[in-house]
């Protein structure tokens, strides 16, 4: 089933912070983050495996709460950069490690000067 | 990380024809992967490419349609046969190196 995103859109303006998240309604062995510009390839911007774990590069950080099911990218001080469509990809413990990834509806996100 | 490549980068097909398109991968990886993502939309599994046996096709996608190669651990083709103006979409593969997975540049097709 595929996991929800929320919020569907958002628009910021340079320097502002943003949070989206992603949902299951299965118990999750992985979630993967993506952003994809118009006419371009999804780009991995990280995993995180069950355990709980927080990650993060530069200004862009994400959770993942194995018990809630739900995982959250955090993207602070926004550049203009970070506009495009971010996608949550999950695998379930029920496909844990066969790399099966089941992506969420994606989030449109629109960074203005 | 993974440099993938797909050729050809877009076609224009006609009903009833079939495509093969290639997938490489500039280092050995274990799994990779096949998917369709329609303009505007989510990214949807095709089937995963086994290297050495036949392809594990996800809900909705038969082999006769979809036939998938993996001869060896960087290279993987996906034919669309018969095509129909429902087949018009961007096809991409994917590949796995230490859990993260990388896409390729996607391939557009459009069938008339």
């Known amino acids: 089933q595929q996991p929800v995103q929320s919020p569907q859109a958002v628009i910021l303006r340079e320097g502002e912070d943003a949070v989206i998240n992603c949902s299951s309604s299965?118990?999750?062995?992985?979630v993967h983050w993506y952003r994809q510009k118009h006419g371009e390839a999804p780009v991995f911007l990280m995993i995180?495996?069950?355990?709980?774990e927080q990650k993060g590069h530069d200004k862009i950080s994400a959770s993942f709460n194995e018990k809630k099911q739900q995982s959250s990218l955090y993207l602070t001080a926004s550049q203009l950069s970070y506009s495009g469509t971010y996608f949550c990809?999950?695998?379930?413990?029920?496909?844990?490690?066969?790399?099966?990834?089941?992506f969420g509806q994606g989030t449109t996100l629109q960074v203005k000067p | 990380s993974a440099v993938i490549s797909q050729k050809p980068s877009r076609d224009i097909c006609q009903r009833g024809t079939s495509l093969t398109i290639q997938c490489q991968v500039d280092?050995?990886?274990?799994?990779m992967f096949w998917y369709r993502q329609q303009p505007g939309q989510s990214l949807t599994l095709i089937a995963t490419a086994n290297q050495g046996s036949e392809a594990t096709y996800e809900s909705g996608f038969v082999i006769d349609k979809f036939p998938i190669s993996r001869p060896n651990l960087t290279f993987s083709t996906l034919t669309v046969s018969n095509m129909s103006p429902e087949d018009s979409s961007i096809y991409l593969c994917?590949?796995?190196?230490?859990?993260?997975?990388?896409f390729g540049p996607g391939t557009r097709l459009t069938v008339t």
């Open positions: 995180l495996l069950k355990g709980g």
């Open positions: 299965k118990a999750l062995y992985s």
């Open positions: 280092s050995q990886v274990t799994m």
């Open positions: 990809g999950t695998e379930d413990q029920g496909s844990s490690n066969t790399g099966k990834l089941i």
């Open positions: 994917s590949a796995q190196s230490s859990y993260e997975q990388y």
